[in-house]
């Protein structure tokens, strides 16, 4: 047993798509957040800074000597995931793997669809990943930038958010029978990105899958929570204001939340 909370990060506000799915499968854990939504979107930026912001929010949830971590963000996985797991000696947990396996069980055609931020795309890691697993596998990705900002200035459900998946999807449609949303950010904006591709094609959010493992890893190394322990204190933190992490949050998670701001 090990009742230390389990930390997960994020360029903002997408890693709480992982979170709720936390709650939902273990909800005795007691979770800390950290979101850097002064410094987001990552995806557009060299994988230099991207390396250094997040190993200034790692740094970060060390301090609140965390028993884990989960990088909730694919950008950050991409980049500087296999050099954290190799530094530090509690388990880390990026979200490309479980997605790509995800993504193989469901495809009926073996052809899968990734979008995902320039720099996930850029680095290719999806289709290694399913190529490694699934050589026949054919992968299409496709690069969507104007995303994660529509999600974290909260216009998910405008209009404006409509056109810009719509337009941004087309390339895809048709083309895949299951598509693989490679940004944590991505999944709040679901409904219309179903809409856009179609009913029948399966949507795989790679956070969500992720938390499949660490149940498998919580159990392996022995650190779930007791359940006789009191019940967790979950603490979100932003770099950024609190109003606006703290309705996006709210409205996500369904609850009222302890909503900090930090500084890295
Ligand atoms: N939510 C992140 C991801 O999964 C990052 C989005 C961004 O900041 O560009 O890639």
Same mark, same amino acid.
């Given at each position: ?6 930390g ?13 799915? =936390? &709650? ?7 979770i800390?957040?950290?979101?850097? *939504? ?5 995806? +557009?930026? @060299? ?7 997040? !190993? ?14 989960v990088?909730?963000?694919n ?12 530094? =530090?000696?509690?388990?880390v947990? $990026?979200?490309?793997? @479980?997605?790509? *396996? ?8 073996? %052809? ?11 680095? #290719?890691?999806? %289709?290694?990943?399913? &190529?490694d697993?699934? +050589? ?8 969507? +930038? ?24 087309? +390339? =895809?449609?048709?083309k895949?029978?299951?598509?693989? =949303? ?12 179903q809409?856009? &591709?179609g009913? *029948?094609?399966?949507?795989? #959010?790679? $956070?969500?899958?992720?938390? %499949? ?10 650190l ?18 609190i ?8 409205? !996500?998670?369904g ?10």
């Amino acid at each position: 047993m090990d009742n230390r909370p389990i930390g997960f990060l994020d360029s903002g506000v997408g890693g709480l798509t992982v979170v709720r799915e =936390l &709650m939902r499968q273990l909800p005795h854990e007691e979770i800390v957040y950290i979101g850097d *939504s002064a410094r987001a979107p990552y995806g +557009p930026r @060299p994988a230099e800074q991207i390396r250094e912001y997040t !190993w200034q929010l790692v740094n970060f949830l060390l301090t609140k000597d965390v028993k884990m971590i989960v990088m909730a963000c694919n950008t950050a996985t991409a980049v500087v995931w296999e050099e954290v797991k190799q530094e =530090l000696n509690i388990p880390v947990l $990026g979200v490309v793997l @479980p997605g790509s *396996s995800a993504a193989i069980k469901s495809t009926t055609s073996d %052809r899968i669809g990734v979008i995902g931020t320039p720099m996930t795309v850029k680095s #290719d890691i999806y %289709r290694q990943k399913i &190529m490694d697993l699934a +050589p026949q596998m054919q992968v299409t990705t496709l690069a969507c +930038p104007k995303f994660t900002p529509l999600v974290e200035s909260n216009q998910m459900n405008s209009s404006v958010a409509k056109k810009i998946v719509y337009e941004t999807l087309a +390339p =895809l449609v048709g083309k895949v029978d299951t598509l693989i =949303l490679g940004c944590t950010h991505y999944p709040l904006l679901r409904g219309i990105i179903q809409n856009v &591709m179609g009913s *029948s094609v399966k949507l795989i #959010d790679s $956070g969500a899958e992720t938390i %499949r493992d660490v149940s498998v890893l919580l159990n392996y190394f022995q650190l779930n929570r007791s359940r006789e322990a009191a019940l967790g204190h979950h603490r979100f933190y932003t770099t950024a204001g609190i109003d606006s992490f703290k309705e996006i949050a709210e409205n !996500w998670l369904g609850q009222d939340l302890n909503v900090e701001h930090t500084k890295l």
